[in-house]
T-cell receptor
């Protein structure tokens, strides 16, 4: 069983469209994250949720809206897609919020905006 | 802002050789972690070293931490072709809700 799973793995879309990426973890963790990895492989944190509550928001454009229906799911919705949104988006989880241990990552969702 | 910076950006070695990569960071940390990313895959945690530790081992991995220089190194001994991947350091600072901040990584290629 995959611990942190993301769908879709690949997403190709036109500028201006709206798209969503879904993430689910079956580890029983309380905290989930979204990271963005750019073309130079630099990883930047976007959001973190603890048990459905937003705890980290890293100055991300408000076109990006995370939604956590329950603590096992964290989805990322992006409105009005721009070329610069092209990247690989990673979902991750950690057992407890504010804990300092390891993160468990999904396999990534590669978004290409044309 | 970027907290960790890896050096070198890329490393090419032959099987059996050791691979060393370094990470420098800017602010005080709670711990520093190393992750591996195979091409097209997610990141996998390798090892965590706390700010009060100086060295840690895990299998063929050896990590050192020098908090006075704000730097860490990852040594992979007796490398294998399967070690080909990108390696990232990530820091957790003390007041950040456990937020992990990553560097840009070192791309390691191990040729048979």
């Amino acid at each position: 069983d995959t611990a942190v799973s993301q769908t879709p793995k690949y997403l190709v879309t036109q500028m201006g469209n709206d798209k969503s990426i879904k993430c689910e973890q079956n580890l029983g963790h309380d905290t989930m994250y979204w990271y963005k990895q750019d073309s130079k492989k630099f990883l930047k944190i976007m959001f973190s949720y603890n048990n459905k509550e937003l705890i980290i928001n890293e100055t991300v454009p408000n076109r990006f809206s995370p939604k956590s229906p329950d603590k096992a799911h964290l989805n990322l919705h992006i409105n009005s897609l721009e070329l610069g949104d092209s990247a690989v988006y990673f979902c991750a989880s950690r057992k407890i919020a504010g804990e300092t241990g390891e993160l468990f990552f999904g396999e990534g969702s590669r978004l290409t905006v044309l | 802002s970027q907290q960790g910076e890896e050096d070198p950006q890329a490393l090419s070695i032959q099987e059996g050789e050791n691979a060393t990569m370094n990470c420098s960071y800017k602010t005080s940390i709670n711990n520093l972690q190393w992750y591996r990313q195979n091409s097209g895959r997610g990141l996998v945690h390798l090892i965590l070293i706390r700010s009060n530790e100086r060295e840690k081992h895990s299998g063929r991995l050896r990590v050192t931490l020098d908090t006075s220089k704000k730097s860490s190194s990852l040594l992979i001994t007796a490398s294998r072709a399967a070690d080909t991947a990108s390696y990232f350091c990530a820091t957790v600072t003390t007041d950040s809700w456990g937020k992990l901040q990553f560097g840009a990584g070192t791309q390691v290629v191990v040729t048979p």
